[in-house]
């Protein structure tokens, strides 16, 4: 029935009892008696709501007024003894049914379903309203988890929080009384938490008797102890069965107390026991990996391979298994030598031996990867961007007069080095219309540099001297040649010599007394000679002196930004900063 149709049906019974009479008496239908029937929830003005069912008006606020001699007949309306109203929504209190919108009335309050089963309730505190497992440790709120005693390991009458009915804890005794069973004593059981008893292990008495659950630990006269036993001074002595525990060989049937434990024979040799765990009162081996006996297989070092101080389970000592490391991983000069094993069988294998050259080998007993330094390099090796290498040193022969430095390019250089190539691009790609190439020698003055650019396209249109973005040629000199890897601020020299520049520029250091250049500016290129006083880089010149240099040149075609730069030596951009990217050169003596 809905609820429409049951306010229309209480309506009419409404109508037929209370006949409207002329006394002047009104009987006001709110939503529950003594209440002023201005109520706002579903519960008030439920006589109002009949009116409007019946088509009568009123109700508008909480229930319609009625004319006539008897009482408001609220009470008898409702649907059950101690309801207070109707339609009332999921988690409204309530006495039956009736009185929910859902049609469920469950655990005290309107529920949205009938909500059965064992360990569901209606009522839980954070979800009023909605069905929901019960917390775990709660009472059944139906009552279906019975309480059972604690030794069944059954149901306690509480949840489990998954909607099931809990069991007797983990431990809980369960069982049988103690008890004796012969020469053996019976414990209580122990509940497993899922309903099950977990009978004790039975435990031998001997040399004591069992009486009367449990097994004696002393005795007052010889019928408190095992056959062949007698009391002695509280205590049962006599000959011992095979397994029991023991002192003297006197004290065992067999005279052999052999590990603690009366056996069956005399038990001599290493690896053997009496006492073996499923086998106490038998001789067997011991089994592998289980420790000797003090002064059986004394152990030796790993580094031997041999004895570890434990059993192989054949009654014989154990050696160190295979794979146990017998000498560590390390470094000899330049090589790594892995660790080395042991094969199982009493051999120390060595471990195999790896050339690190060019590196050396490192701190964790391994070959070296990278470098940062030469440290990091064997013999000759150095290291130039964070690689090892034999990377060759440039001789710079040596003449007694400089050369003319105008521009023209005279037969002084005929003796140089030989020409090195500039071609290594760190910036922009290579074109065919443009080669660079370089010679040198030394004299006592200074260094001295002849640097060949073919480039048609030659541009010089940035302010000042020496730019980056024009046609420049690089000079980088690292003049005590010790090679670190930031800028020492001493001796660490980078040059610009623009194309068409009247003076150089000393990037790093400023220092440019006595440098000069000059430039040959014909054909479809540009020359440019330039010496570099030993003064000035801050050093002495001598035959077998080695530094750091390299040279890079820089190409602008359209006047905006360089669009390539190749070096001589290294392959990176990074020579303004890193000086142990340099090459080596070597000044050769007369």
Same mark, same amino acid.
């Given at each position: 029935?809905?609820?429409?149709?049951?306010?229309?049906?209480?309506?009419?019974?409404?109508?037929?009892?209370?006949?409207?009479?002329?006394?002047?008496? !009104?009987?006001?239908?709110?939503? $529950?008696?003594?209440?002023?029937?201005?109520?706002?929830?579903?519960?008030?003005?439920?006589?109002?709501?009949?009116?409007?069912?019946?088509?009568?008006?009123?109700?508008?606020?909480?229930?319609?007024?009625?004319?006539?001699?008897?009482?408001?007949?609220?009470?008898?309306?409702?649907?059950?003894?101690?309801?207070?109203?109707?339609?009332?929504?999921?988690?409204?209190?309530?006495?039956?049914?009736?009185?929910?919108?859902?049609?469920?009335?469950?655990?005290?309050?309107?529920?949205?379903?009938?909500?059965?089963?064992?360990?569901?309730?209606?009522?839980?505190?954070?979800?009023?309203?909605?069905?929901?497992?019960?917390?775990?440790?709660?009472?059944?709120?139906?009552?279906?988890?019975?309480?059972?005693?604690?030794?069944?390991?059954?149901?306690?009458?509480?949840?489990?929080?998954?909607?099931?009915?809990?069991?007797?804890? +983990?431990?809980?005794?369960?069982?049988?009384?103690?008890?004796?069973?012969?020469?053996?004593?019976?414990?209580?059981?122990?509940?497993?938490?899922?309903?099950?008893?977990?009978?004790?292990?039975?435990?031998?008495?001997?040399?004591?008797?069992?009486?009367?659950?449990?097994?004696?630990?002393?005795?007052?006269?010889?019928?408190?102890?095992?056959?062949?036993?007698?009391?002695?001074?509280?205590?049962?002595?006599?000959?011992?069965?095979?397994?029991?525990?023991?002192?003297?060989?006197?004290?065992?049937?067999?005279?052999?107390?052999? /590990?603690?434990?009366?056996? %069956? $024979?005399?038990?001599?040799?290493?690896?053997?026991?009496?006492?073996?765990?499923?086998? +106490?009162?038998?001789?067997?081996?011991?089994?592998?990996?289980?420790?000797?006996?003090?002064?059986?297989? !004394?152990?030796?070092?790993?580094?031997?391979?041999?004895?570890?101080?434990?059993?192989?389970?054949?009654?014989q000592c154990a050696v160190y298994?295979?794979?146990?490391?017998?000498? $560590?991983?390390?470094?000899?000069?330049?090589?790594?030598?892995? &660790?080395?094993?042991?094969?199982?069988?009493?051999?120390?294998?060595?471990?195999?031996?790896?050339?690190?050259?060019?590196?050396?080998?490192?701190?964790?007993?391994?070959?070296?990867?990278?470098? !940062?330094?030469?440290?990091?390099?064997?013999g000759a090796n150095i290291c130039?961007?964070?690689?090892?290498?034999?990377?060759?040193?440039?001789?710079?022969?040596?003449?007694?007069?400089?050369?003319?430095?105008?521009?023209?390019?005279?037969?002084?250089?005929?003796?140089?080095?030989?020409?090195?190539?500039?071609?290594?691009?760190?910036?922009?790609?290579?074109? =065919?219309?443009?080669?660079?190439?370089?010679?040198?020698?030394? !004299?006592?003055?200074? *260094?001295?540099? *002849?640097?060949?650019?073919?480039?048609?396209?030659?541009?010089?249109?940035?302010?000042?001297?020496?730019?980056?973005?024009?046609?420049?040629?690089?000079?980088?000199?690292?003049?005590?040649? %010790?090679?670190?890897?930031?800028?020492?601020?001493? =001796?660490?020299?980078?040059?610009?010599?623009?194309?068409?520049?009247?003076?150089?520029?000393?990037?790093?250091?400023?220092?440019?007394?006595?440098?000069?250049?000059?430039? /040959?500016?014909?054909?479809?290129?540009?020359?440019?000679?330039?010496?570099?006083?030993?003064?000035?880089?801050?050093?002495?010149?001598?035959?077998?002196?080695?530094f750091g240099l390299d040279v890079?040149?820089?190409?602008?075609?359209?006047?905006?930004?360089?669009?390539?730069?190749? &070096?001589?030596?290294?392959?990176?951009?990074?020579?303004?900063?890193?000086?142990?990217?340099?090459?080596?050169?070597?000044?050769?003596?007369?």
């Amino acid at each position: 029935m809905t609820r429409q149709l049951w306010l229309v049906m209480v309506g009419v019974t409404l109508l037929c009892a209370c006949t409207v009479s002329n006394t002047g008496l !009104s009987v006001s239908m709110d939503d $529950e008696p003594g209440t002023g029937g201005t109520g706002e929830g579903p519960e008030a003005g439920a006589a109002g709501n009949v009116m409007d069912a019946l088509g009568n008006g009123g109700g508008g606020s909480g229930g319609a007024a009625i004319s006539g001699d008897a009482a408001a007949p609220d009470v008898a309306t409702l649907p059950c003894v101690g309801a207070t109203g109707f339609g009332k929504s999921p988690g409204q209190t309530c006495a039956c049914a009736g009185e929910c919108a859902s049609g469920f009335c469950v655990d005290g309050v309107c529920c949205e379903e009938a909500c059965g089963g064992a360990c569901r309730t209606c009522a839980s505190a954070a979800d009023k309203g909605r069905c929901r497992l019960a917390q775990a440790g709660q009472k059944d709120p139906r009552n279906v988890c019975v309480t059972e005693a604690a030794g069944t390991c059954g149901t306690t009458g509480q949840c489990d929080g998954q909607g099931g009915c809990s069991k007797h804890a +983990r431990g809980t005794v369960c069982g049988d009384a103690e008890s004796c069973q012969g020469m053996t004593a019976k414990g209580r059981g122990s509940c497993d938490g899922a309903g099950t008893c977990t009978p004790a292990a039975p435990i031998p008495c001997s040399p004591f008797v069992c009486g009367p659950a449990s097994c004696l630990t002393r005795c007052d006269s010889s019928t408190d102890c095992a056959s062949g036993f007698t009391c002695q001074g509280g205590v049962c002595e006599g000959r011992r069965n095979e397994g029991s525990a023991c002192t003297a060989n006197t004290q065992c049937a067999t005279n052999f107390c052999v /590990d603690g434990v009366c056996c %069956n $024979e005399a038990c001599g040799g290493q690896c053997r026991s009496c006492a073996v765990a499923g086998s +106490r009162g038998q001789c067997r081996f011991v089994p592998a990996g289980q420790m000797a006996d003090p002064g059986e297989c !004394s152990a030796m070092s790993a580094s031997t391979c041999g004895r570890n101080g434990a059993c192989d389970g054949q009654g014989q000592c154990a050696v160190y298994p295979q794979g146990t490391i017998c000498a $560590e991983a390390s470094c000899v000069a330049s090589q790594a030598k892995a &660790a080395s094993i042991c094969n199982g069988t009493g051999t120390c294998v060595a471990g195999t031996t790896t050339s690190c050259n060019p590196y050396v080998c490192g701190g964790a007993a391994a070959c070296l990867q990278r470098c !940062s330094s030469d440290v990091g390099c064997t013999g000759a090796n150095i290291c130039v961007l964070g690689a090892c290498g034999a990377f060759p040193i440039l001789d710079i022969p040596w003449k007694s007069t400089p050369p003319v430095i105008n521009g023209d390019i005279d037969l002084a250089w005929a003796t140089a080095s030989a020409p090195q190539a500039i071609e290594k691009y760190v910036v922009g790609t290579p074109v =065919n219309n443009f080669g660079v190439q370089f010679r040198a020698f030394w !004299s006592p003055l200074g *260094l001295h540099l *002849l640097v060949l650019v073919q480039d048609a396209m030659r541009v010089n249109d940035s302010p000042g001297q020496g730019s980056f973005d024009d046609d420049t040629v690089e000079v980088y000199i690292d003049a005590d040649g %010790n090679r670190g890897t930031t800028l020492d601020g001493a =001796n660490d020299h980078h040059f610009l010599f623009g194309w068409r520049d009247t003076e150089p520029q000393n990037v790093s250091l400023r220092r440019i007394e006595g440098v000069v250049f000059g430039q /040959d500016q014909s054909g479809n290129g540009y020359g440019m000679e330039i010496t570099f006083p030993w003064t000035t880089l801050g050093t002495t010149a001598a035959s077998g002196k080695i530094f750091g240099l390299d040279v890079h040149v820089n190409d602008d075609d359209d006047g905006g930004l360089r669009e390539r730069k190749v &070096a001589w030596f290294t392959t990176q951009d990074t020579s303004f900063r890193d000086p142990s990217s340099y090459a080596r050169v070597r000044l050769t003596g007369p």
